[in-house]
């Protein structure tokens, strides 16, 4: 199986192209769309990825691990050693934030390449196809949705062999 990536602006294109490759025989489950912005559920009836730039994830992370940090403090508090509350908050703290961080770097690691894109709104749609099926599925959603930049096997949008 070979992954072909798409990147489109608007979901209701996305929606269709699913549609689409439902109708060519490409199961739900060979295809997600990938975005930084939370999507609806049921928006798209394929599996979503909801990609997370490292600031965000950091920020998230630390933010749940002091949260769970606040029962060890509470019980630190109410034995008298108040001295223990802000190292155990900060503790938490890193913690969350360095385990956030990286996992959504392993999540995002397949779409590194077009991160910068996803942050500004373009959604990408990943899909798993037999490897003699590439070109065909490529040219045909190349011929039907012109606006739709279709990136090929390479999530960087590069050729296997760019010529001189």
Avoid: W
């Amino acid at each position: 199986m070979t992954t072909i990536y798409l990147k489109a602006r608007q979901g209701a294109i996305i929606s269709q192209i699913i549609d689409e490759l439902l109708l060519d025989g490409i199961a739900l489950d060979q295809m997600r769309v990938h975005a930084a912005h939370k999507l609806h559920k049921g928006e798209f009836a394929v599996a979503c990825v909801r990609h997370r730039s490292l600031a965000r994830a950091l920020g998230e992370g630390a933010a749940m691990g002091a949260l769970f940090a606040t029962p060890v403090v509470v019980a630190a508090l109410l034995a008298g050693a108040a001295m223990l509350a802000l190292p155990v908050i900060l503790l938490g703290a890193g913690i969350g934030g360095i385990f956030a961080a990286l996992h959504a770097r392993l999540l995002d690691k397949e779409i590194a390449p077009q991160a910068n894109a996803l942050d500004r709104g373009a959604l990408l749609l990943a899909i798993e196809v037999a490897h003699a099926n590439v070109g065909a599925i490529q040219d045909r959603i190349k011929e039907r949705h012109p606006e739709v930049i279709v990136l090929g096997a390479d999530p960087a949008g590069t050729p296997p062999f760019p010529s001189a």
